[in-house]
């Protein structure tokens, strides 16, 4: 059994990252990365908010401490995987979920899980630069298996990932590898508009002025909750600006204060 909890505590710590401890924290918010990326962007996001909030970040299968592993099939695989992990982070402190592009939908579907399965839901679930309904989404080219080059040129048009890291040869070496896995399960993914709310946790949307990604009222559908949307100048990566990162994780803790008061 002790060598069950020490596998099971060594699974936790590669696939969720917190680089900040905080034991009092009241709050924890769980950051889920973008298609290509790792967990170390948002797990810095610890360090920069206040310490009534504790910032865990989504390390997904073969990347950083999990370069070894197999990429993912599907959402349902991360999702499924993601539960696991969490609920021994969630059992105790209320939670709230920050999703970024794919991560948006990972975070969305992560927290239907925890709701039909555990009866368990985020407080508030902010999702960046996504839309939920397949049918108001970029749709990737039909026809032809979608190889790395096919993808790479694709994404590049799209401009939906940082330029540095897939026009850097030695960065896109690791990284091209990651996006490609990740786009292929954006691809499988379908979710149509629901008949009624599935959720009933309060929803809020950041989007760049300039970005690709439209339809962002869609989310409404979805939970029964409140619901805004916040617009700020910038494309896809538009959270990469300081005064936007900055805006997002004070409107995050805001939120998060008025909901315990409440």
Known sequence: MQKENKAGAARNEKAVSCLYQKPNAVFRLICF?????????????GKKMNDFLEVHSIRLAGRESRIEEPFASDIYQVVDEIVCVLLPVLQDKPFAFFGHSMGAYIAFMTALHLKEKHKLQPMHLFVSSATPHSK?????????????????????????TPTDS???????????????????????LIFNAPSEAILSCDLTCFVGSEDIVKHMEAWK????GSFHIHVRPGNH????????????????????????LA
């Open 166 to 188: 897939i026009n850097d040869k030695e960065i896109s070496q690791e990284y091209l590898p990651r996006l490609v896995a990740d786009v292929r399960i954006l691809h499988k």
């Open 237 to 260: 990566f538009y959270l990469m600006e300081t005064s936007n990162e900055t805006f997002i994780m004070n409107y995050i803790t805001k939120c998060l204060e008025i909901s315990m």
């Open 221 to 224: 559908d979805v939970s029964s």
């Open 136 to 160: 108001a989404r970029y749709h990737f080219p039909e026809g032809e298996e979608l190889s790395e080059e096919h993808i790479h040129s694709f994404i590049l048009n799209l401009r939906v």
């Open 33 to 45: 990365p973008w298609a290509g990326s790792g967990s170390l962007y948002f797990a810095q996001w």
